[in-house]
C-alpha cells in the first residue's frame, strides 16, 4: 500500500525557510515521480516543484524558481522541499505526490497517490 506523509511545515516570519519532507512507504522512489503542489484558501491546487524518477530532472513553477529546491535521498526514502527566502504568498497546505514512470509533471491531475499536507504559514 503506497503512502506519503508529509512533516516539516509551520509558522515563519517573511524572509524565513522551512524543509518540508515526503517520506514513502509501501514503494520506493527508484520508479516514481515525485511532485510538491500547494493549495490557498480559496485557490486551485497548484504545482510547485517535481522530480524524475529516471534522470534526477526538476521542475519549478516561476513563482519559486530560484528559492525552492526539491531533492530526494533514496536511503531515507525522503522527497525534501527546501524553501528560502519565503513570502506571506506561499502561505497554504503543502501536498507531495507520487506516480509511477520516468517522466514528472507539474499537473495535479497526473498524479496517483498523495499525501495527507503540512500546513505551512508566512507571517509576521
Request: hydrophobic share 30%.
Amino acid at each position: 500500500q503506497v503512502q506519503l506523509v508529509e512533516s516539516g511545515g509551520g509558522l515563519v516570519q517573511p524572509g524565513g525557510s522551512l524543509r518540508l519532507s515526503c517520506t514513502a512507504s509501501g514503494f520506493t522512489f527508484d520508479n516514481y515521480a515525485i511532485g510538491w503542489f500547494r493549495q490557498a484558501p480559496g485557490k486551485e491546487r497548484e504545482g510547485v516543484s517535481c522530480i524524475s524518477s529516471s534522470d534526477g530532472s526538476t521542475y519549478y513553477a516561476d513563482s519559486v524558481k530560484g528559492r525552492f529546491t526539491i531533492s530526494t535521498d533514496n536511503a531515507k526514502n525522503t522527497v525534501y522541499l527546501q524553501m528560502n527566502s519565503l513570502k506571506p504568498e506561499d502561505t497554504a497546505v503543502y501536498y507531495c505526490a507520487a506516480q509511477y514512470g520516468a517522466s514528472t509533471s507539474l499537473l495535479s491531475d497526473w498524479y496517483t497517490d498523495w499525501g495527507q499536507g503540512t500546513q505551512v504559514t508566512v507571517s509576521s
